[in-house]
């Protein structure tokens, strides 16, 4: 199809492949770090408003953050589809093969509803011992029971809206996929306080709040799919497995998974180290510096999501000229960010601590173990950028060992290692050797493989 007769869709999804790198790098990615940042505000006011609930703020804001393990792993499901899936989707329109995109998105949409069906089941029967493993005391496990409870109940919503959201910045249309986002997070926003202090439901109003949100979110990102002037849409008859499309998606989809997941299991070692080392106030310092950790990781997230595609398409097109001159820029722009927003964490702990408590005795705790826990971030904006990059590739092995290599081969025996030498330090101290090692062996990798998965081309 000449340029002339393309499709609006189509034009826009074709201007990956030769608008001027920085500017189509800009207009894809703001909305995306815009989208991120909203996206963020779901979980950030939730503890923002609970943890300034009078009387019981500080216990409040420990047990839904005890709930994050189980959110986490919602989450990383979502990420199979979007994560796995988009990309793949992306590749093959730069092939302007339409029909294997829309196969994609449809088994990505069967994939979402078989998730969220078992992830119910499972958390619902066995939410509550769940919690008590995690670190769970007697003083928190009430509020976590029953935001965990509430919040499960929107598990389809989450997992549409995380999940397909990543088809729409698939097609270049970042502002529409920000626009997902930012219904739900606006909405949370107006919802959270009159839930929580106009109808004094407290923690359950803030679980209400999000749910509804999600909802909204969810619902639109299915109008936008099923748009017929979409570069490809979302059809009824196209949602059930389609073999070849499983297994490509799972084989993709499985990195970002255990990137996400493997959180989950991060939350649940470190919140159970503290809480044996130290108790529940070591335990709401985390809470404080997770909530820190995902502002500065929501706008890198939103960054990469939406440099991408244009990595993909290009591939998929095979100007590989053009993908060297992306993932530099990407790499070298996550670093600077990463680095800058770490310092900004380490030299004004307290100031960020403030924002989630009044209690002086935990905003001192985490004045004194953030600077400690935030350390290896100063290098690791590397692998922020590098991850993300393997995947766009299509390169599902590499991109898992990283993921694996970080958190399952370091950090998690580090956690529990560390605190038998150095007591409850020693599980703040497993995050900055992990982020460390795992950003070198990145880095090295990238160095070894990148031009072994580019042919060579005129420079």
Request: glycine content about 10%; aromatic content about 10%; overall charge neutral.
């Amino acid at each position: 199809m000449s340029e002339g007769t393309m499709t609006t869709a189509e034009s826009k999804q074709a201007e990956l492949g030769y608008k001027p790198i920085t500017g189509l790098m800009v207009r894809m990615a703001v909305p995306g770090i815009i989208a991120q940042l909203i996206n963020i505000l779901y979980s950030i006011i939730d503890r923002i408003y609970i943890g300034h609930i009078p009387g019981v703020g500080a216990n409040a804001l420990t047990g839904v953050g005890l709930t994050f393990p189980i959110i986490t792993l919602v989450s990383a499901f979502a990420m199979i589809v979007g994560a796995g899936g988009a990309p793949l989707a992306a590749i093959a329109l730069g092939k302007k093969d339409r029909d294997e995109a829309e196969k994609i998105l449809g088994t990505g949409v069967f994939f979402l509803i078989c998730f969220a069906v078992g992830v119910m089941a499972v958390f619902y029967i066995w939410k509550r011992p769940l919690l008590r493993m995690f670190g769970a005391s007697d003083a928190t496990i009430g509020y976590a029971d029953t935001y965990i409870s509430i919040y499960l109940i929107g598990t389809i919503s989450v997992l549409l809206y995380m999940g397909l959201n990543q088809y729409i910045i698939a097609q270049g249309k970042s502002v529409t996929a920000m626009l997902s986002v930012g219904i739900g997070a606006v909405l949370n926003l107006i919802l959270d306080p009159i839930f929580i202090f106009v109808f004094h439901l407290d923690v359950r109003g803030a679980a209400i709040a999000t749910v509804i949100s999600q909802t909204a979110s969810a619902l639109w990102v299915i109008r936008t799919l099923t748009n017929k002037n979409a570069s490809f849409t979302l059809r009824l008859l196209l949602i059930r497995p389609f073999k070849k499309e499983m297994k490509d998606i799972l084989a993709l989809g499985v990195s970002p998974f255990i990137m996400t997941s493997t959180e989950s299991l991060i939350s649940i070692v470190i919140n159970r180290g503290l809480s044996t080392y130290g108790g529940d106030l070591y335990v709401g310092s985390f809470t404080i510096i997770q909530s820190i950790m995902q502002m500065i990781s929501a706008p890198v997230q939103g960054f990469t999501q939406g440099v991408q595609p244009i990595i993909s398409y290009n591939y998929g097109a095979g100007d590989y000229d053009r993908v060297r001159g992306t993932y530099r820029r990407l790499i070298g722009t996550t670093f600077a960010f990463v680095t800058l927003a770490t310092l900004c964490t380490i030299l004004f702990p307290t100031v960020f601590a403030g924002m989630f408590t009044n209690e002086q005795p935990l905003i001192e705790l985490v004045g004194e173990v953030m600077p400690v826990f935030m350390l290896g971030m100063l290098v690791f904006g590397l692998q922020n950028g590098i991850q993300p990059t393997f995947v766009a590739l299509g390169q599902a092995k590499i991109s898992l060992f990283i993921a694996v290599l970080r958190k399952i081969i370091l950090l998690i025996p580090l956690a529990i290692i560390l605190p038998h030498f150095f007591g409850v330090m020693g599980v703040y101290y497993a995050e900055p050797i992990s982020d460390v090692l795992s950003a070198a062996t990145a880095t090295t990798l990238f160095l070894l493989n990148i031009n072994q998965i580019l042919e060579k081309t005129s420079d």
